[in-house]
C-alpha cells in the first residue's frame, strides 16, 4: 500500500528564515499531495495542496513543489514568523478513498 | 462558514467497553472518513464511507470497529470492546470533492482514553 516518508521530525528556524520540508512516497499512482497544518491540540487543516500534473504552486509565503520522477514533493515556507509553530503533515492519495499522512514535521519558529 | 463536528470531545471508558464516537460532516459533503492520532504520532486512516458504504478499511480498522450513517446528518464510529491501544484522537472528516482528490475538513476531534 502507499507510504509517506517524511523529513525531518522536528525543524527549528529563526524568524524570517526559510523551512523546508520532504516528502517521499511509494505508490506511482498517487496523483493528489496536499498539506496539512497542525496546531498543538487542534485539527488539522489544509494550507496548500498540489495534483500530479503540476510540478510548483505557489500561495504567497508558501509553495510546494513536486517530482514525479522522484516521487518527492516538498514544502516551502518563507519568512518564517512564530504562528506559523506547528506540526506539519504531507499526504498523497491515489485518488481512491484514502489519504495517506506522513510522519510529521515539528516546526519550531524562535522569535 | 461550516465544519465538521464531533462529539463528544473527551471520553473516558474501562477496557472492554463499547464506545460510540459521533460525528456530523459538512452538510453538501459526499465522502466521509474516521482517522486516528495516537499521541504525538501520525495521522493514520481508519476508514472512508460513501454511498452508504464503507469504501475502504486500513488494516487497524478490525472486526472490533464498525461505521454508520444512521440518518441524513450523523456519522458515527463504534468500538465494540475497547482495548488499551485503542487510546487515540479520532477525527472524522468529510470532503466535497471527488474522493481522495480533495481537501478532508476535519473535526475538532474525540479524545478516547481507554483505563
Known amino acids: 500500500g502507499e507510504n509517506v516518508e517524511q523529513h525531518p521530525s522536528t525543524l527549528s528556524v529563526q524568524e524570517g528564515d526559510s523551512a523546508v520540508i520532504k516528502c517521499t512516497y511509494s505508490d506511482s499512482a498517487s496523483n493528489y499531495f496536499p498539506w496539512y497544518k497542525q496546531e498543538l491540540g487542534k485539527r488539522p487543516q489544509l494550507i496548500i495542496d498540489i495534483r500530479s500534473n503540476v510540478g510548483e504552486k505557489k500561495d504567497q509565503r508558501i509553495a510546494v513543489t513536486l517530482n514525479k520522477t522522484a516521487k518527492h514533493f516538498s514544502l516551502h515556507i518563507t519568512e518564517t514568523q512564530p504562528e506559523d509553530s506547528a506540526v506539519y503533515f504531507c499526504?498523497?492519495?491515489?485518488?481512491?478513498?484514502?489519504?495517506?499522512f506522513g510522519a510529521g514535521t515539528r516546526l519550531f519558529v524562535k522569535a | 462558514e461550516p465544519e465538521v463536528t464531533q462529539t463528544p470531545s473527551h471520553q473516558v471508558t474501562q477496557m472492554g467497553q463499547e464506545v460510540i464516537l459521533r460525528c456530523v460532516p459538512i452538510?453538501?459533503?459526499?465522502?466521509f472518513y474516521w482517522y486516528r492520532q495516537i499521541l504525538g504520532q501520525k495521522v493514520e486512516f481508519l476508514v472512508s464511507?460513501?454511498?452508504?458504504?464503507?469504501?475502504?478499511k486500513s488494516e487497524i480498522f478490525d472486526d472490533q470497529f464498525s461505521v454508520e450513517r444512521p440518518d441524513g446528518s450523523n456519522f458515527t464510529l463504534k468500538i465494540r470492546s475497547t482495548k488499551l491501544e485503542d487510546s487515540a484522537m479520532y477525527f472524522c472528516?468529510?470532503?466535497?470533492?471527488?474522493?481522495?482528490?480533495?481537501?478532508?475538513?476535519f473535526g475538532e476531534g474525540s479524545r478516547l482514553t481507554v483505563l
Open positions: 472528516a468529510s470532503s466535497g470533492g471527488g474522493a481522495g482528490t480533495g481537501e478532508l475538513f
Open positions: 452538510s453538501n459533503h459526499l465522502y
Open positions: 499526504a498523497a492519495s491515489t485518488g481512491g478513498f484514502k489519504t495517506i
Open positions: 464511507f460513501y454511498n452508504n458504504e464503507i469504501s475502504e
